[in-house]
């Protein structure tokens, strides 16, 4: 469970398994099927591949979220854009900016300044300044 650095970005190996709150100065790739059991921070953008599970809240400035990725707390973006990948599931998203969301994804609420829903998702509340919806081709 090592995070590679070059540069301004940094890389999880793929099953990785962090216990401890994570905060990361710069751009982050967490490989698939890494597990974060408290927090996570990212100063720059934010890339989780298929299947990572996170325990607890997650910032960053813009990101993408991969299928099959669980964020248990709040996803808080500050500038954006979001994409929410198919399948993924995020309690709560609050981004300041643009928000992409896929087909099958699962949360309780989602807040931004322009919110793209593609296909059927399942969601509590979509409160965005521009909201549209697109059926799935």
């Not at 609050?94 to 896929?102: E, H, I, M, N, T």
């Amino acid at each position: 469970m090592a995070v590679i650095y070059k540069g301004t970005q940094y890389l999880a190996e793929p099953g990785s398994f962090f216990r401890g709150s994570v905060k990361i100065d710069g751009d982050f790739v967490v490989s698939a099927r890494s597990t974060f059991w408290k927090n996570l921070v990212v100063t720059g953008n934010l890339y989780l591949c298929p299947e990572c599970q996170i325990k607890g809240n997650v910032s960053c400035k813009s990101g993408v979220i991969s299928r099959g990725c669980v964020i248990d707390g709040e996803l808080s973006v500050s500038e954006g854009p979001m994409t929410l990948c198919d399948g993924a599931d995020v309690h709560i998203v609050s981004c300041a900016g643009d928000v992409l969301v896929r087909p099958g994804v699962s949360s309780l609420e989602i807040n931004g300044d322009t919110i793209t829903v593609v296909g059927k998702i399942h969601c509590g509340r979509v409160m965005g300044k521009k909201t549209r919806v697109v059926p799935a081709q």
